[in-house]
C-alpha cells in the first residue's frame, strides 16, 4: 500500500490497511472453502452483498468528506456543506452510519461463513 498509494493521513493509512487485511483474508478463506468442497450460505452471500454495498458507500463518504484535521476547528467550518440526508447529516454523519452497518455485515460475514459446518464433525472438517 505504501509504495503504491501514499495515504493523506495517519487515519487513511489505517482504515486503508485494515480494510485490505479483512478483505484479504475473507477472499482467501472462502476460496480454500470453496476448493474444499464447502459451500457458502445464501445467507451469508446477501451479509456479502451488503458489506460490499455498504462499504463502497462508507469509503466514498470517507473520501469525499469535507474535513480536514489538520486545521483548527474554526477554519474546519469555513469548509463544511449544507446537510444532505433529511437536512440534518452531513457527509460526515452518513460516513459514521455507513461505517457502522458496514463493520456489521463484515461480523456478520465471519459469522456466518461456517454455518454449512454445524452437522459435521470435528474431525471431518478440513483444516487449511
Known amino acids: 500500500m505504501g509504495p503504491i498509494w501514499q495515504p493523506i493521513d495517519f ?3 489505517i482504515l ?3 480494510v485490505c487485511n479483512y478483505g484479504m483474508y475473507v477472499l482467501f478463506y472462502m476460496v480454500m472453502k470453496l476448493r474444499s468442497g464447502e459451500r457458502i450460505s445464501r445467507l451469508t452471500v446477501l ?3 451488503l458489506a460490499c454495498a455498504t462499504w ?3 469509503l466514498y463518504m470517507f ?3 469535507p474535513i480536514n484535521w489538520q486545521e483548527t476547528p ?3 467550518r469555513s469548509i463544511n456543506q449544507p446537510c444532505s440526508l433529511l437536512k440534518f447529516y452531513d457527509k460526515h454523519d452518513i460516513w459514521h452510519m455507513m461505517s457502522a452497518c458496514s463493520l ?3 461480523f456478520m460475514v465471519m459469522l456466518t461463513l461456517d454455518d454449512d459446518l454445524m452437522t459435521v464433525f470435528r474431525k471431518d472438517i478440513v483444516v487449511f
Open 47 to 49: 451479509f456479502i452483498l
Open 74 to 76: 474554526s477554519q474546519s
Open 63 to 65: 473520501y469525499f468528506s
Open 11 to 13: 487515519a487513511s493509512y
Open 16 to 18: 486503508a490497511t485494515f
Open 56 to 58: 463502497a458507500g462508507s
Open 104 to 106: 456489521f455485515f463484515s
